[in-house]
């Protein structure tokens, strides 16, 4: 029965070791803001932070983060999450929401690691994060609104 931490909480899964974290993120802990949307890692719905770093959850399978941090939308905090969540509701950037809470996760993984980026740096750190609306414009200026609020 792997045990895995999840938002600062420690649980014991009854789930196959090679399930993977996306669906005993979802299924099995009720915490359904993590998205599943190709399943090969292409579209970054299924973004979380392990160990404070954006990682795909479709593709990690749960044996994988036994004595790791694992971090959903739901437990995201402190001073980049709010100022990246501040600027998504400000810039108004959600259009039918399905891919924010990846796109969040991982701007969230960018700020954290370059308080200053770039468009250019931007855009590869959300690459792989799509958005069937578009937003694409709205998530780049959130992103640098956070950045200026962090600064």
């Given at each position: 029965?792997?045990?895995?931490?999840?938002?600062?909480q420690s649980h014991d899964l009854d789930v196959a070791p090679d399930m993977p974290l996306?669906?005993?993120?979802?299924?099995?802990?009720?915490?359904?803001?993590?998205?599943?949307g190709c399943g090969v890692a292409l579209c970054g719905a299924?973004?979380?932070?392990?160990d404070g770093e954006p990682v795909r959850s479709c593709?990690?399978?749960v044996r994988d983060v036994v004595d790791r941090d694992v971090t959903t939308i739901e437990g995201l905090e402190g001073k980049t999450a709010k100022a990246v969540q501040g600027a998504w509701q400000r810039l108004d950037v959600v259009q039918c929401g399905y891919c924010q809470s990846g796109?969040?996760?991982t701007a969230v993984g960018l700020l954290s690691a370059n308080p200053k980026p770039t468009d250019a740096d931007i855009d590869?750190?959300?690459?792989?994060?799509?958005?069937r609306c578009a937003t694409y414009v709205r998530i780049r200026a959130a992103v640098h609104e956070a950045a200026k609020e962090l600064a």
């Amino acid at each position: 029965m792997p045990r895995i931490t999840v938002n600062g909480q420690s649980h014991d899964l009854d789930v196959a070791p090679d399930m993977p974290l996306l669906w005993a993120i979802r299924d099995h802990l009720n915490l359904t803001g993590t998205k599943f949307g190709c399943g090969v890692a292409l579209c970054g719905a299924c973004t979380v932070h392990l160990d404070g770093e954006p990682v795909r959850s479709c593709q990690i399978q749960v044996r994988d983060v036994v004595d790791r941090d694992v971090t959903t939308i739901e437990g995201l905090e402190g001073k980049t999450a709010k100022a990246v969540q501040g600027a998504w509701q400000r810039l108004d950037v959600v259009q039918c929401g399905y891919c924010q809470s990846g796109q969040i996760m991982t701007a969230v993984g960018l700020l954290s690691a370059n308080p200053k980026p770039t468009d250019a740096d931007i855009d590869n750190a959300l690459d792989g994060n799509v958005c069937r609306c578009a937003t694409y414009v709205r998530i780049r200026a959130a992103v640098h609104e956070a950045a200026k609020e962090l600064a």
